[in-house]
């Protein structure tokens, strides 16, 4: 099993920033992506940023030129949140996925509120 736990949501202004982390513990090996999804009041979850092994990088359209996501080890993730708009704010999770022999499986935190006012 991998836990998965985030910080750093909170309330912020319209055009602020927020940096989310997350930090994963287990058997954290053959983790091959991790990466931040939200789930806006009514909406689907959906994908904001990932990051693969090797450091390749997706974003969202949505939040592309805004949003950074980085890894500085396989334990922990962060999302650097800039000109937030009221339109980002959802529970942010965080995920691991592992990959093998074409198998996904998929790993979530508790998830971590952003509140962006306009």
């Known amino acids: 099993q991998v836990q998965l736990v985030e910080s750093g949501g909170g309330l912020v202004q319209a055009g602020g920033s927020l940096r989310l982390s997350c930090a994963a513990s287990g058997r954290i090996f053959n983790i091959n992506v991790m990466g931040w999804y939200r789930q806006a009041p009514g909406k689907q979850r959906e994908l904001v940023a990932v990051?693969?092994?090797?450091?390749?990088t997706n974003y969202a359209d949505s939040v592309k030129g805004r949003f950074t996501i980085s890894r500085d080890n396989a334990e922990k993730v962060y999302l650097q949140m800039n000109s937030l708009k009221s339109e980002d704010t959802a529970v942010y999770y965080c995920n691991a996925r592992r990959q093998a022999m074409g198998v996904s499986l998929d790993y979530w935190g508790q998830g971590t509120q952003v509140t962006v006012s306009s």
């Open positions: 990051i693969r092994s090797g450091g390749i």
